[in-house]
């Protein structure tokens, strides 16, 4: 072995080793004390482990309207299946398709009041759409500087080696506006690409960087999927909800897994021409050469969007609002009183894991974050509302987080 | 504007601007002459476009053995929509999971005698496992020179950047072994990057590489998504049938949604501990992080599961050899007498859109591929055989080709 050559790598955009070394030591910690690796059965939204038969209710899935059950959606997907008569028909869809991408990107687009080109995943868009952004064929052709928020998803932020093939890439920091102003000023044009609603909470500053937008032809790239659906008037997200620059430099990219309740993933576009629209469906990377949302999950976003239209959307929004201020009337979190559906409920590094077990116990499941995952001091309880929780359900995790723990939110807010 | 840096993309493993150049220009020669951007119904195997009615034999679909539209497969994707209740119950499988995937991976990892990991996607997989390996996680922890074949499918090649960054990369000629064992001699470990089967017609040199996975312990990463169902006993594909290293260095990814019929992507892998397995669930990009198989294609998948455990298979196959034999009776191919389903009918690149139409008036959609997507003097016409296609069909197509241009086979070969 002696003289062969041993690589040194570069590191510039990931690195592997930090990451498994960081994450691994969290899951394994977390498996052992029965907070992952967790199999359980769904009915009637209760779960139940498959080995010791122990019932609880997931207050950490992103499914925040309960429309992933809701019988129409199902239906919506068994319906499809059969009127198609296959998940899908193998051949790239710039050649040949059947109508079902068509008909979904179709509703959509109505729905969302954009142009929507469907996708397999939200990863798989970006993977496809960010490096099609660098290199300017999505916008003017001028190579934007890709700035990508540091604490952009990793879906977003596992595009920077590509990116940085076909332009220059940069990390900035977390909605940092001055840096975002200062790179405009120095390159010809620039990217940000950021959550439009993070995952741990909080949301873009989506009007600053409108002006910004409107000074330097700035280029957005959000990921709204924590959003769509829960928020704004026919569930649009926060994005399309507040965002002044519904045009051609905003680009937002979305899940249909969580709150929409289906699979797959779209892309919102506004004022682009149709060849650009054709030039995304060619080259975005997988949404030419790979597989296609399937046929089943045609038929339950096509159910979902339907019921979008309906005032059932507003209805379980609202339940999700009641949810959320009910939480925050028992327990005090950062996050108290604002409309995103995820708490972090703080807890020290050393005591975090055993509060999320005896939560467990207690018959729900919330996830225990903590160092290296996050920064000492930081660590916590991550909560997610959902409308279809009870009240009962809510008040009976409120009780027992504060038995473990958790802040009590002030008597006055109590009522 | 004066003054603002422009960017010059440095180009290493991508290069946007040559793929769009080269790509769209033959998309839209494509979609002028109506074979491409075709929209069309499929009903009983036959295909009826939307706009004007005109119906058509797909003979550019790879769903080779017909599955996709198998009876038992549709039914398995409803059943399992209805029994779990969703199409995903959206939290990360490393904390919390319904049984689907697992009994996905179970059913799979028994048929293909292997340790199977599911995918939402072939591009996903190895968008995921490739910088895993670059970093040395999938071996004895030394990071292998990434060497990718030339030809090999771009969602893999697409993984080159990120594993540039995690290691070093290089591109290899088509199959060259004397390279790869030179670049064995200087580097600590290689790791070999190829499809099993390639999507043009040809199989990997999998004995030889085994010797070169014997001498140097190198890694082999197959994507073998084109052989899996149609080739091998149980559907085991090319590589797991002839392949003498199905151990820690040889991994194999391959789509469900070809041969196999449903949707979603299988890891097969040998002799890995569960730790390894992990790892690759934790930390292979969207593995990780973003949707799985949903559990339509999870049901669908199962179905076909038993039907390749069954007499069935071998019944498909057989049809499936029959109609590629038939084929090459009547026209010559450079793959003629080959097992594999893919032919390219020679044309002029001058001819070749001009053919295509013609067949596809004629009632057949073949696609046509020619300068630049290939080589100048090597244009044709693609054709892929499945086993549903009737015997009627082949042979109209096969005497509409001659009419075009193809050359006849032998009439010694004919009887």
Redesign the interface.
């Known amino acids: 072995?002696t003289g062969?050559?041993?690589?040194e790598?570069?590191?510039?955009?990931?690195?592997?080793?930090k990451?498994?070394g960081v994450?691994?030591a969290f899951?394994d910690l977390?498996e052992r004390n029965g907070?992952?690796?967790?199999?359980?059965?769904?009915?009637d939204g209760v779960?139940r482990t498959?080995d010791t038969g122990h019932e609880f209710v997931?207050f950490?899935?992103?499914?925040y309207l309960d429309l992933?059950?809701h019988p129409a959606?199902?239906e919506g997907?068994?319906a499809a299946?059969?009127r198609?008569?296959?998940?899908?028909?193998?051949?790239p869809r710039?050649?040949?398709?059947?109508?079902a991408l068509?008909e979904l990107e179709a509703s959509l687009g109505e729905l969302f009041g954009a142009q929507a080109v469907s996708a397999?995943?939200?990863?798989?868009a970006s993977?496809g759409l960010l490096?099609?952004i660098?290199?300017g064929?999505l916008g003017d052709g001028?190579?934007?500087?890709m700035v990508f928020d540091k604490n952009c998803?990793?879906?977003m932020a596992?595009a920077k080696?590509?990116c940085?093939?076909?332009?220059?890439v940069v990390t900035g920091g977390h909605h940092d506006l001055d840096f975002l102003e200062d790179m405009c000023?120095?390159?010809?044009r620039v990217c940000y690409v950021v959550d439009g609603a993070d995952s741990l909470g909080g949301y873009a500053p989506v009007v600053e960087l409108a002006k910004l937008q409107d000074a330097y032809d700035m280029l957005v790239y959000y990921d709204d999927s924590h959003s769509v659906s829960a928020y704004g008037e026919r569930g649009v997200g926060y994005v399309r909800t507040h965002s002044p620059a519904l045009d051609e430099r905003t680009i937002t990219v979305a899940?249909l897994?969580?709150a929409f309740?289906?699979?797959g993933a779209m892309i919102l576009l506004d004022g682009y021409p149709k060849h650009t629209l054709?030039?995304i469906e060619?080259?975005a990377?997988?949404l030419c050469?790979?597989?296609p949302v399937?046929t089943?999950?045609v038929g339950?976003s096509l159910a979902s969007a339907e019921i979008h239209r309906t005032e059932e959307l507003r209805t379980l929004q609202a339940r999700l609002r009641a949810n959320i201020e009910l939480f925050d009337r028992h327990v005090k979190t950062e996050q108290s009183g604002g409309a995103y559906p995820i708490r972090v409920v703080p807890m020290s590094d050393e005591t975090v894991i055993d509060a999320g077990r005896r939560v467990f116990e207690a018959g729900f499941?919330v996830?225990p974050v903590f160092f290296p995952i996050v920064s000492r001091g930081t660590a916590g309880l991550r909560v997610m509302m959902r409308a279809g929780q009870t009240e009962e359900q809510i008040r009976r995790l409120c009780a027992v987080l504060i038995e473990v723990g958790a802040q009590a939110a002030s008597q006055e807010a109590e009522r």
Chains 1, 2 share one sequence.
């Open positions: 072995m062969r050559k041993r690589i790598p570069p590191h510039r955009y990931r690195d592997n080793d990451a498994v994450g691994n899951w977390s907070l992952a690796g967790i199999v359980a059965e769904l009915e779960l498959v997931n950490t899935c992103c499914s992933d059950a959606v199902i997907a068994v299946v059969r198609f008569g296959v998940l899908d028909h193998c051949i710039s050649r040949v398709q059947i109508p068509l397999i995943s939200a990863g798989v993977a490096p099609l660098a290199s064929h001028t190579r934007p500087l998803h990793v879906s596992g080696a590509a940085a093939d076909e332009s220059e000023k120095r390159y010809e899940t897994n969580k309740g289906t699979s054709r030039v060619r080259f990377g997988a050469y790979s597989q399937n089943a999950a339950a499941y996830s």
